[in-house]
């Protein structure tokens, strides 16, 4: 029953109420979604394999049933596809024997077919056949032992293994980023409409019918996008996986640290993956207003370059002394900087006085949003800066390079985004980079202070939709001598402010808006800043 034309209606905070009895008991939910979402409201969550909520509903694989009470009687219903109605006499686990058994008789059918690899699949511990296998409670079942399996898969990828047993394909290449375990797949179809309602590319389809079919590329295609490895993502097994991390770590292994993609002003949300010090992936964090739970290949693969090429620290003091020289002095902020560097950028530029002015930005183009996790605009926290004042772009330093003494590039990499362009500013005779990367702009600076990358800093920013995002620091910093750029700004500013709740306290007396909200109190999903216009 999979189609691409019946999206979830999700609750939202103006949702119509409408009252359900629920196991005997009447309870309030949201009155314009399916039953799934509408329990769930409530705290009951309910066992699902192919629905997702920000995918069209499927309804194939009849794990999230309930029981409802109609004219005709108490009957089985999928949760997924069934609307909420004033009045409705739902029945759960918790009250009905009949659904307890019918779910653990999908639970069954579901495993009946599946490899029992769960020691060595990537998935585990985060696979949701294994969560709802333990839900059900069902521990063994009917299959004989002289039958065996009958695995999924291609018949150009089946092979008989060591005992004989016909086996589905293993490590199938779909493409670049993604291989395919078909014997895993239980063809819930998310990645189908995935790549055909997300990413309007659809490269993956169903093939064959009833127990023979299987996830593949159209013939002579391969998975190649640049959201393809979402699909490893919402697979509910351990079918579809990420070849950057197949076998590098096990999930319970790692921490989650919440924060947001500096790479683009849409600020995407992210969860930082970490292990004794070390990123191991980054994935998509829900943030419906957002990016929902899609990150793009370039915002999620970034990580791999965060702990290379890093600059050390430096000797602030001869910054300070080049600061103090004579002539005028342009400081560059990097799209990566927080409102926290802002306001340190700008309490050190009062104190420099009219020597010193602020520009934002990079070389690279502002290209069209994609509709998914980007917005195009590689400045991340073009708005915030917009609050404190700082406009003036890269592009006006290039026109009036001429006019400087002094340039201090604050995680800005101008020579990297475009060289050409940037030569403009090699007039300017002392260039100062404060980075955390050995980055071509350093290479071409005279005086270099290394500080934090944005995954090791907590601070703030502000995206292209007027939402205050807040960024955590992962303990992921190859060096623990490095500070955050706002701390090496305030010192330089001659105050000592080594929190960001500090910073951020001191933001709200230049920016009104910001200070409606205290530091600790901003929502994971980040706060609409009222009256605020991008």
């Known amino acids: 029953m999979s189609n691409h034309y019946n999206m979830p209606h999700l609750p939202t905070a103006d949702s119509p109420r409408v009252t359900i009895e629920v196991d005997g008991k009447n309870v309030e939910v949201p009155g314009d979604t399916n039953l799934l979402e509408a329990l769930k409201a409530v705290g ?66 579901m495993l009946l077919n599946h490899p029992l690899d769960c020691p060595i699949c990537d998935k585990a511990g985060e696979c949701s056949l294994q969560e709802n296998y333990v839900e059900a409670g069902k521990a063994s079942g009917h299959l004989y032992p002289e039958i065996g399996k009958n695995y999924h898969g291609n018949p150009d990828h089946q092979f008989y293994d060591t005992k004989g047993q016909l086996r589905g394909g293993k490590r199938i290449d779909l493409g670049p980023r993604i291989s395919l375990d078909e014997e895993r797949c239980v063809q819930c179809d998310r990645c189908v409409r995935f790549m055909r309602d997300v990413c309007h590319d659809e490269q993956l389809q169903l093939a064959a019918r009833a127990d023979k079919t299987y996830i593949t590329t159209f013939p002579g295609s391969k998975l190649d996008h640049e959201y393809d490895l979402c699909v490893s993502d919402i697979c509910p097994t351990g079918a579809l996986t990420a070849k950057y991390f197949r076998f590098q770590q096990r999930t319970w292994m790692l921490k989650r640290t919440a924060s947001v993609s500096m790479d683009d002003s849409l600020g995407a949300n992210i969860w930082i993956d970490h292990n004794e010090g070390f990123i191991w992936r980054v994935m998509p964090r829900c943030n419906p207003q957002v990016n929902r739970t899609w990150i793009s290949n370039t915002s999620r693969l970034a990580f791999q370059e965060f702990s290379k090429n890093r600059l050390p620290v430096g000797n602030l003091d001869s910054v300070q002394a080049a600061l103090n020289g004579d002539g005028k002095i342009a400081f560059v902020l990097g799209g990566a900087a927080t409102n926290e560097d802002a306001v340190a950028l700008k309490t050190l530029v009062h104190k420099l006085g009219d020597r010193a002015e602020v520009f934002v930005g990079t070389f690279e183009p502002v290209k ?57 500013l090699e007039t300017i005779p002392t260039r100062i980079a404060i980075s ?33 995002q807040k960024l955590n620091a992962a303990p992921t910093a190859p060096s623990g001598d490095l500070q955050p750029l706002f701390q090496v700004l305030f010192s330089l500013a001659g105050e000592n402010v080594e929190s960001a709740a500090v910073a951020y306290q001191k933001a709200g007396a230049f920016v009104p808006v910001l200070a409606k909200f205290s530091f600790d109190a901003i929502h994971s999903t980040g706060e609409l800043l009222d009256g605020v216009a991008v």
């Not at 009951?44 to 029981?67: A, F, K």
């Not at 917005?375 to 772009?393: E, H, I, K, Y």
Request: proline fraction near 5%; hydrophobic fraction near 35%.
């Open 436 to 468: 955390a990367k050995n980055d071509e702009t350093a290479k071409k600076s005279s005086i270099v202070y290394g500080v934090n990358h944005w995954s090791e800093v907590n601070g703030t920013m502000v995206n292209v939709h007027s939402i205050l």
């Open 368 to 424: 069209s949003p994609d509709g998914i996790s980007k917005s195009g605009d590689p400045l991340a926290n073009r708005a915030g800066f917009a609050l404190f004042g700082f406009t003036q772009t890269a592009e006006d330093l290039a026109r009036r390079a001429s006019e400087f003494k002094t340039l201090v590039s604050l995680s800005a990499d101008l020579w990297g985004s475009d060289a050409q362009k940037a030569s403009a």
């Open 44 to 109: 009951i969550e309910t066992p699902h394999i192919c629905y997702h909520p920000y995918l069209p509903v499927s309804g194939n694989c009849r794990q999230c049933l309930v029981e409802t009470e109609g004219p005709r009687g108490k009957m089985l219903i999928i949760s997924c596809f069934t609307p909420v109605k004033e009045g409705m006499k739902v029945f759960t686990p918790r009250s009905s024997e009949r659904v307890k058994s019918a779910r653990a008789a999908v639970s069954e059918f």
